[in-house]
């Protein structure tokens, strides 16, 4: 049994494994989660059966990590170990769909939805978010595993406004929103929204001291109620009310005749109404913009996991978000006051979950909260780098806060990205950007990660580039110790002038990882986030509870 998460957490790697081996049964107030799933593949590609030298080729065009020769263990382990329900569910699929990327993405969903469905307190609920593609089979696997009576709703959010398609097909502007609970016995807090103005200026056209109002029928629509048929104001009818009730409405002025004869009529102030009842047709939020948005693909708009998490938790809940990528769950937890846990499986969405987290509360890893899953000595450090490169690449970059660079489509969390590449990077892996004078022009830091063995002509060519890119500084971050003739190359790029700060930096510096771990910074002037910063807010609670009982 996992001892209980103590305090608020996010780690990284599979959440299959670290939900098995770290959380705790029926531990969690709430589940929000957005899986990776690449819905720009075609149907073609997805129920291809993977097979011979053209399922290789599927399988590179399908950029996401769901595939059937990492799920057909899986696959078994369901057959054999899960709830009948569940076995029976996921071998009818299996018939039906057959072994290709979509029946594969449906395996490894449901072996973590069953951790889920394990955590998930008998009061708690499960949002699951998902697009067209696959979510009527996510409902099906969801019925199986959570129990077809503990269905209470499918949301269609609207994440943007329709546009203009050539295509013979509709444009898709909505992503659907599957909402279960754990039980009959849920927490749910029904949301409002603002009123349409029209409306208001239709319904309330009335107005006194007490601001403007409507008038609503006090008539029983039951003509056989004879305890409530009586005369009230010359007028006999069968009223919604008690005499009593009536009278002290109308003695407080709430309860009004028009006219003589007339059937009396309440008052319903406007700012007595909780406003527009939210239905499970959300159009009111679309995706994130502005200064919310940090250039992460699939980011979420806060204002939506607020609602979520406003509809189906309490302040000190425990909020959960297996696929957190850019961190909008965990955010929003930390803004209303919720104790929160987020996974995610790249070392790119833990170093922009941390800046994040930064940025908007003046968090700090280790401090504030616990970060599971990175390095932490030097050992463990190059374990990752032998493991991939490219993770160890995000990792490291996080260590100096270093936005990773790079045009070309990456996975990121299993998600296509405009941050981060795999591929040619020109000599530059991250960068960080400041600004030191009046202009207010932000200045780059150029950043180059090296794991194997270095030497001084990397630091040539790094200086090469900070010339070419006409950059500020240049850093070079080593998993291996750097020698005295790379320590001399650095040394002769000379210095760079901070004319605000009146501060002289070297131009281009060797930091080594096992210094890293053990606090060294890079010499530079100070500068915020270097991910898009995200917007300073206050939570709802200055001290917010750890994830103790």
Not at 43 to 56: C, P, R
Not at 86 to 110: E, K, R, T, W
Not at 368 to 387: F, H, M, S, T
Not at 407 to 425: F, I, L, P, T
Request: overall charge neutral; glycine content about 8%.
């Amino acid at each position: 049994m996992p001892k209980p998460i103590t305090r608020n957490t996010l780690f990284y790697g599979d959440n299959l494994p670290i939900l098995r081996e770290h959380v705790p049964d029926e531990s969690v107030d709430l589940i929000y989660l957005d899986p990776p799933f690449n819905s720009n593949r075609s149907y073609n590609v997805l129920f291809k059966d993977e097979s011979g030298q053209e399922a290789e080729a599927q399988i590179v065009a399908f950029d996401d990590t769901w595939h059937w020769a990492g799920a057909a263990a899986t696959y078994h382990a369901l057959l054999n170990d899960a709830p009948e329900r569940v076995s029976g569910m996921i071998a009818a699929l299996h018939d039906f769909i057959g072994p290709n990327q979509m029946m594969a993405y449906l395996v490894m969903m449901a072996a973590r939805l069953v951790e889920l469905h394990r955590v998930l307190k008998p009061t708690g609920s499960l949002y699951l978010h998902c697009d067209p593609t696959a979510s009527h089979y996510l409902k099906i696997v969801l019925d199986a595993i959570m129990g077809i009576d503990n269905f209470r709703n499918e949301i269609i959010w609207q994440r943007s406004n329709p546009k203009s398609h050539t295509s013979a097909n509709f444009p898709n502007c909505t992503d659907t929103i599957l909402r279960y609970t754990k039980s009959s016995k849920f927490t749910y807090h029904q949301p409002y929204g603002e009123h349409d103005p029209d409306y208001v200026e239709a319904a309330y056209k009335y107005s006194d001291e007490k601001g403007r109002y409507r008038l609503l029928p006090l008539l029983n629509p039951n003509d056989d109620r004879p305890n409530l048929t009586y005369e009230f104001l010359g007028v006999t009818r069968v009223w919604r009310w008690t005499k009593e009730r009536m009278q002290k409405g109308y003695e407080e002025g709430l309860v009004i005749q028009l006219k003589p004869g007339a059937v009396p009529q309440y008052k319903k102030y406007l700012q007595d109404s909780k406003g527009r009842t939210v239905t499970n047709c959300w159009t009111d939020i679309l995706q994130a913009a502005g200064n919310e948005a940090l250039g992460y693909p699939t980011q979420k708009p806060v204002a939506l996991l607020e609602r979520i998490l406003n509809a189906s938790s309490n302040p000190g809940d425990v909020v959960l978000d297996p696929f957190c990528g850019c961190g909008t769950a965990v955010v929003a937890a930390q803004k209303l006051g919720r104790r929160w846990i987020g996974i995610d499986i790249t070392h790119l969405s833990i170093a922009l979950q941390k800046n994040r987290l930064k940025d908007m509360f003046g968090l700090e890893p280790r401090r504030d909260y616990d970060v599971i899953g990175e390095p932490e000595d030097l050992g463990a450090a190059r374990q990752l780098a032998q493991d991939d490169r490219y993770q160890f690449q995000w990792w490291a970059l996080s260590l100096i806060e270093a936005r990773p660079v790079g045009e070309a489509r990456s996975a990121v969390g299993g998600r296509s990205s405009s941050v981060g590449k795999k591929g040619s990077d020109r000599g530059i892996d991250g960068v960080i950007l400041f600004t030191d004078d009046k202009t207010g022009k932000p200045k780059r830091a150029l950043v180059q990660v090296k794991s194997g063995h270095v030497t001084s002509r990397d630091v040539r060519d790094l200086r090469g580039t900070v010339e070419r890119e006409a950059a500020a500084l240049g850093i070079f971050i080593t998993l291996e110790p750097p020698t005295t003739e790379m320590q001399t190359e650095a040394a002769s790029a000379g210095i760079y002038h901070s004319p605000g700060w009146n501060r002289d930096y070297p131009r281009l510096q060797i930091v080594a990882i096992a210094d890293l771990l053990h606090g060294s910074e890079v010499k530079m002037p100070p500068t915020a986030s270097t991910f898009k910063q995200a917007q300073k807010v206050a939570p709802a609670e200055a001290d917010q509870p750890g994830l103790g009982v």
